[in-house]
């Protein structure tokens, strides 16, 4: 993903187009109206200076920008300073966004021809518990507000997800903390579908960069079917850092890399406080986030392929540290 190109220092960023000033007078006649053009020495009348306001949010009803998503990584191009998360889609990813009451839901859309289902009950029944609108539009206007392929006939507008604070993902509670780390995952069905698993696997939080990665999209609402209300996400300005901050506070770092000698099997960790890192789509892990590592592991391969997906591989790692904490309980 490209960024946007920063302004120079001392130099404004536009905004816009640049405001046109007046037109100063000049001599001769008017045409048609016989009156002379005055002459004067006064000055052309421009336009007060407007003050730079930051750029609106994409309009989601906008056809030219409700698509990016579609386009899978290219949704990294929407430049996003949090979470993200303000537009659900899909069905399940709805009725949990109403079920969990995290965050406020301004309005629900729903189509106007869709086929009765009992989740679709679901829906209605939760909005109207909490008093959120639901508004019946034709398919047409749903699909064009919708920046997924299939938002199943529903799709609703709420808050923004709420960052978690890094330290508070790494602190023991109840549960000790099993986190899972992200290092610059940029499909937004693999996030979708990672987060879905985390969830599953009982993880106790999540982090991600700020940048170079993608965010909670349309897209990854639909295929994380409602686990983003569930697992505290936080974004971190660089993954080494944040997993040196993660030893600090005493929590094992464990990278899934398939060039790994260990196997995942035999991880003698995976009962502990842990930091699960994941690669990049086709990259794997970063050099400096391989060397924050305590351990790097694989998952042992016995066909002609010789890696995995990795929303497929971080299931594999995930429920394999989950079987093991049940097993034997974290100290």
């Known amino acids: 993903m490209r960024s946007a190109k920063p302004a120079r220092p001392g130099q404004p960023q536009r905004s816009g187009k640049a405001l046109r000033g007046g037109n100063a007078a000049g001599a001769g006649r008017v045409p048609g109206s016989g009156k002379p053009r005055r002459t004067g020495t006064s000055p052309a009348k421009v336009r007060p200076a407007q003050p730079q306001l930051p750029r609106r949010a994409p309009a989601v009803g906008n056809r030219a920008r409700a698509r990016p998503d579609r386009a899978g990584s290219a949704a990294r191009s929407e430049a996003r300073e949090g979470l993200g998360g303000e537009q659900v889609e899909g069905r399940q990813a709805v009725a949990e966004l109403l079920a969990a009451n995290r965050r406020r839901v301004a309005e629900v859309w729903l189509d106007s021809d869709i086929e009765p289902a009992p989740i679709l009950d679901r829906i209605t ?14 398919r047409t206007r749903l699909e064009t507000e919708a920046r997924t392929e299939a938002p199943q006939g529903v799709l609703a507008h709420a808050e923004p997800l709420a960052e ?3 330290d508070d993902l790494f602190r023991r509670r109840a549960t000790p903390p099993f986190v899972l780390a992200l290092d610059g995952v940029t499909d937004p069905r693999n996030l979708g579908a990672l987060l879905r698993t985390a969830d599953g696997a009982g993880v106790t939080g999540a982090f991600m960069g700020r940048h170079r990665a993608v965010h909670v999209t349309p897209a990854v609402t639909k295929a994380a079917a409602g686990a983003i209300e569930h697992v505290p996400m936080a974004l971190v300005s660089g993954i080494p850092s944040a997993l040196t901050r993660a030893t600090e506070k005493g929590l094992w770092v464990v990278g899934l890399d398939p060039e790994a000698d260990g196997s995942l099997f035999d991880l003698p960790v995976a009962d502990q406080p842990v930091v699960m890192v994941l690669g990049a789509e086709g990259k794997g892990l970063a050099r400096l986030v391989r060397q924050r590592c305590d351990t790097v592991v694989r998952i042992p391969l016995h066909g002609a392929l010789e890696a995995l997906n990795v929303s497929a591989a971080g299931a594999i790692a995930l429920f394999e540290v989950s079987r093991r904490r049940q097993e034997r309980p974290a100290r």
Not at 125 to 138: G, H, I, S
């Open 164 to 166: 978690a604070q890094l």
């Open 125 to 138: 029944e939760l909005a109207a518990r909490r008093r959120v609108p639901v508004r019946y539009v034709n």
